[in-house]
Nanobody
Framework: QVQLVESGGGLVQPGGSLRLSCAAS????????LSWYRQAPGKEREWVAS????????PYAESVKGRFTISRDNAKNTVYLQMNSLKPDDTAVYYC??????????WGQGTQVTVSS
């Protein structure tokens, strides 16, 4: 059974930091590219960052570049998103996604991040 379980969300003040985790099971995690997406209230889901299967490429959306860092630990089947200098516009439900062309496309259930004073 494939599972992606996000954690680490919560309420944080502007300028603060959070580290999201996404623990995976039920598939060959190390073969998959991993991504984080987010969806704010009333908006479409948007891509945030990705990391290739061995972590050599890590593209970011312009809105988070320089503030967020994606990483993965294939030994722990976990992908992370370190979020620094958070802004109210970062408020959203954050989702992780695992993709391997022709093999699988999996989503987690999401974790809420709220940036507010």
């Amino acid at each position: 059974q494939v599972q992606l379980v996000e954690s680490g969300g919560g309420l944080v003040q502007p300028g603060g930091s959070l580290r999201l985790s996404c623990a995976a099971s039920g598939f060959a995690f190390s073969d998959y590219a991993l991504s984080w997406y987010r969806q704010a209230p009333g908006k479409e889901r948007e891509w945030v960052a990705s990391i290739t299967s061995i972590g050599r490429r890590t593209p970011y959306a312009e809105s988070v570049k320089g503030r967020f860092t994606i990483s993965r630990d294939n030994a722990k089947n976990t992908v992370y998103l370190q979020m620094n200098s958070l802004k109210p516009d970062d408020t959203a439900v954050y989702y992780c996604r695992a993709v391997l062309s022709g093999r699988g496309n999996y989503w987690g259930q999401g974790t809420q991040v709220t940036v507010s004073s």
